[in-house]
T-cell receptor, first 116, second 112 residues
Framework: GAVVSQHPSWVICKSGTSVKIECRSL??????MFWYRQFPKQSLMLMAT?????????EQGVEKDKFLINHASLTLSTLTVTSAHPEDSSFYIC????????????FGPGTRLTVT | SQQGEEDPQALSIQEGENATMNCSYK?????LQWYRQNSGRGLVHLIL?????REKHSGRLRVTLDTSKKSSSLLITASRAADTASYFC????????????FGKGITLSVRP
């Protein structure tokens, strides 16, 4: 149980285009989902926290107009990287917290974004 | 911002040996969690230890927490080549609406 999927697993796009990444909780309802960014050989940096039905809370330094997050249902959150540039190339990982739980997060397998 | 700082940054051991990884943090925590990440993959939750706990076991894993020193250690006993991965500690500073702050990670290589 507690499986989180991400789609796509990797994507290559041209500079200036937008890319949408989906994060789904497959067998549980996730009231809260988190989006992280990870550069090669570095740690995960929290980008934003999204609660179902409300606006995402972005971490300091993360541009909300560039990284659009929509948590439309209890099983789906999307991250859209708008007008992507090469510096946006990174590994994006989502996680989900189960309704009623406070501590544990279940992580997706990640999405490798390469902007050319 | 990052809170946890693991050491060593890289560790290479022989299969069968024990691996000890340390994590230090700066602020008060509600709990501390350890995760494993295989190259280019997502994170796998290993173990969670609450601030009122001092030691916890799960299979070949042993985690300790010293809140007075703001540090934690992860011990993997009888290591296997399959344990080769990056290991992260993550601190959770609040109860409700909690979020995790990850350390920089330790790269563990287990030689067969």
């Amino acid at each position: 149980g507690a499986v989180v999927s991400q789609h796509p697993s990797w994507v290559i796009c041209k500079s200036g285009t937008s890319v949408k990444i989906e994060c789904r909780s497959l067998d549980f309802q996730a009231t809260t989902m988190f989006w992280y960014r990870q550069f090669p050989k570095q740690s995960l940096m929290l980008m934003a926290t999204s609660n179902e039905g409300s606006k995402a809370t972005y971490e300091q330094g993360v541009e909300k107009d560039k990284f659009l997050i929509n948590h439309a249902s209890l099983t789906l959150s999307t991250l859209t990287v708008t007008s992507a540039h090469p510096e946006d190339s990174s590994f994006y990982i989502c996680s989900a917290r189960m309704a009623g739980e406070y501590y544990e997060q279940y992580f997706g397998p990640g999405t490798r974004l390469t902007v050319t | 911002s990052q809170q946890g700082e693991e050491d060593p940054q890289a560790l290479s051991i022989q299969e069968g040996e024990n691996a000890t990884m340390n994590c230090s943090y700066k602020t008060s925590i509600n709990n501390l969690q350890w995760y494993r990440q295989n190259s280019g993959r997502g994170l796998v939750h290993l173990i969670l230890i609450r601030s009122n706990e001092r030691e916890k076991h799960s299979g070949r894993l042993r985690v300790t927490l010293d809140t007075s020193k703001k540090s934690s250690s992860l011990l993997i006993t009888a290591s296997r080549a399959a344990d080769t991965a990056s290991y992260f500690c993550a601190t959770d500073t609040t109860g409700a609406n909690s979020k995790l702050t990850f350390g920089k990670g330790i790269t563990l290589s287990v030689r067969p």
